[in-house]
């Protein structure tokens, strides 16, 4: 897990669990770091593997724009069906009901919530080979448990402001995972344990940085003799050619 600025990394990590779980608490060591410089945070950009509906409820509990993509485990409802939001259930195109029976994890650990329909309610259905098969005698549907949440996320991906950022994402963080890749020695991690690889992660972070700020220093020197005046820049040179020469000899004269 990486965490960049424009110019460098202010975070690196290894951890054993998903990155979706792995999000709560790098926000919360972001927003941590950010209020010590008096700063806030109001949107969160990241890749799909940081998706999750209990990651979309905590950044809508915290003021904060999600745009995550959502990856394929969102479901939203069947084709043909409309849900009913006051009574809670989903509506099939015969006007049959599938009401609300339990909440579940699915086999991705993704939480939803479950409705079924009544077997005398499908039983001689005209729909009823194409909606459920042969072996079926009910309807049963799964719905992702935070789905407004999604749906919320979706329509926020869709706007201008998303694809900004997402080309923004791409100009600037995407060529540093690129540059620990194939130049700091990240292809791959040969060591023992998630302590010992994070202090790989480490040295390539902070070699990365140092980098960084070298070539940041040296654009701020040649940006300031750019502008800087003409009789300015004469003066420094001579004072530069008084201790020293081409050769490097002390010299006690102007030149």
């Known amino acids: 897990m990486l965490l960049y600025t424009p110019r460098l990394i202010s975070l690196i990590r290894t951890d ?32 799909g593997a940081y998706c999750s509906g209990e990651n ?15 990856h394929g485990t969102y479901k939203g409802g069947p084709e043909g069906f409309t849900y009913d939001k006051e009574e809670d259930v989903w509506i099939c195109p015969q006007g049959k009901k599938a009401t609300f029976r339990k909440i579940k994890r699915s086999a991705q650990d993704s939480l939803q919530r479950q409705y079924f329909t009544t077997r005398s309610d499908c039983k001689g259905c005209p729909l009823k080979d194409s909606c459920l098969g042969k072996e079926q005698k009910e309807k049963k549907i799964d719905i992702t448990y935070y789905r407004e949440e ?33 130049y700091m020695g990240l292809s791959k991690i040969n060591t023992r344990g998630i302590l010992s690889a994070d202090k790989k992660m480490l040295m390539a972070a902070a070699a990365y940085n140092l980098k960084k700020w070298i070539n940041f220093c040296q654009s701020r020197r040649k940006t300031a003799a750019l502008i800087a005046p003409v009789g300015a820049i004469n003066t420094l040179f001579w004072l530069f050619v008084v201790k020293f020469d081409l050769t ?8």
């Open 150 to 182: 999604y749906e919320r996320a979706i329509e926020r991906l869709d706007s201008r402001r998303a694809r900004w950022m997402k080309k923004k994402r791409s100009s600037t963080v995407e060529p540093v995972f690129g540059t620990l890749i194939n």
């Open 56 to 70: 979309y409820a905590l950044l809508e509990k915290l003021n904060i724009q999600a745009y995550i993509p959502v």
């Open 16 to 47: 054993m669990e998903r990155d979706s779980q792995c999000l709560p608490r790098i926000l919360q060591e972001t927003k941590e770091r950010l209020q010590s410089f008096e700063l806030g945070l109001k949107a969160l950009l990241a890749d």
């Open 248 to 255: 490097g000899k002390f010299r006690s004269s102007w030149c």
